[in-house]
């Protein structure tokens, strides 16, 4: 890198509307017990009537410029990671864009899943450091609770929805973004996925019926997946970076499920507390997990200066992605 790009400031935004495992109990044959045993979640934020994914977005990108001590109208680049965009056309991005009045700012959305935001946040950095841009806005939004099928236990617990934001900008000192690794493997695509919707196989009334509009889910593949993926990246991260368990300042994972989390960090042996959580509270909320996490962590003083971050997540795609930071 010819030169180091930071995070300025960061932001978040969940829905006000809580759905429990016991609202859950009340709409498909559940319990709180079984959620919480296979998913470590409790509760999950769900958009309220005509609140959408740019809604969401707008709202975290808001809070992040405000964090970073910029107007939205200084943002060179907006990047939107999401597969829960408001519609086809135009893009989550470029709705975002004009609801924060950033008039100056590119704009377009990233597809990659749950690893949405980091894969943004390289673009962000990438953009920076070749002089293109000085200062982009990075957005991970899910509205999941759109293309989730309440009808299937198994994979109606999991999901919630919100947003996370970052403002990047080029570094002054030895802060700053040290390394990021992208990854894919698109033979996996049949691990998770929704049918209809693309070019493939448009909707229909036919898809409608079959309920083919919301994700569907190969949960015992995907856990092998996730837990394989996120010691590796983790280990290469630490690596790439020449750091030590011991260096690490605290770990963000994709809030994926904490029996997945509970096993990669076993095998690390990082310890527990070096792990920013909270799926408990919001489930699994795709792009937007890491960067709700870390907006969290930071506003609550867990995450400070010179603290070694490593971001890291894995989904659909199959897709996954770390990130290096020197806060």
């Known amino acids: ?8 400031g960061t932001g978040s935004y969940v829905p006000e509307r809580v759905l429990t495992n016991a609202d859950l109990e009340r709409i498909v044959e559940t319990t709180d017990e079984w959620i919480r045993t296979r998913t470590g ?15 969401m977005a707008a709202a975290a990108g808001r809070r992040a410029c405000e964090a970073a001590g910029i107007s939205p109208e200084d943002l060179d680049l907006i990047i939107v990671g999401t597969f829960t965009a408001d519609r086809p056309l135009p893009s989550c991005a470029c709705e975002t864009q004009a609801k924060l009045g950033a008039v100056q700012a590119a704009a377009f959305d990233l597809a990659a899943a749950c690893s949405g935001f980091i894969y943004g946040l390289a673009c962000g950095v990438g953009f920076i450091t070749s002089g293109q841009m000085e200062r982009v806005l990075v957005i991970g939004a899910e509205k999941l609770s759109s293309v989730t099928d309440y009808e299937d236990r198994a994979t109606c617990v999991l999901f919630g ?4 934001a970052a403002v990047l900008v080029p570094s002054d000192d030895d802060s700053g973004v040290l390394w990021t690794q992208l990854g894919a493997d698109g033979t996996g695509a049949d691990l998770m996925y929704i049918s209809a919707g693309g070019s493939r196989s448009p909707i229909t009334h036919e898809a409608i019926d079959a309920r083919d509009q919301f994700v569907k889910m190969r949960g015992n593949e995907t856990f092998k997946f996730a837990v394989s993926a996120m010691k590796r990246c ?3 991260a630490m690596a790439a970076a020449d750091l030590s ?17 509970d096993a990669a960090i076993r095998r690390l042996g990082v310890p527990v ?33 010179g603290d070694n971050v490593i971001l890291v997540a894995f989904g659909g795609g199959l897709t996954w992605a770390t990130a290096v930071l020197r806060w």
Not at 252 to 259: G, I, S
Not at 283 to 305: F, H, M
């Open 234 to 236: 983790v280990e290469e």
């Open 161 to 164: 929805d919100g947003a996370g």
């Open 41 to 55: 979640i409790g509760e999950r934020r769900i958009a309220a009537e005509g609140e959408a994914t740019s809604d």
């Open 1 to 8: 890198m010819s030169h180091r790009v930071r995070i300025a």
């Open 273 to 305: 507390e070096s792990i920013a959580l909270n799926i408990e509270q919001y489930g699994n909320t795709s792009a937007a997990s890491a960067p709700i996490a870390l907006d969290e962590y930071v506003r609550a003083g867990r995450i400070v200066k």
């Open 245 to 261: 368990i011991e260096d690490v300042g605290m770990i963000v994972p994709h809030q994926v499920n904490t029996r997945i989390i």
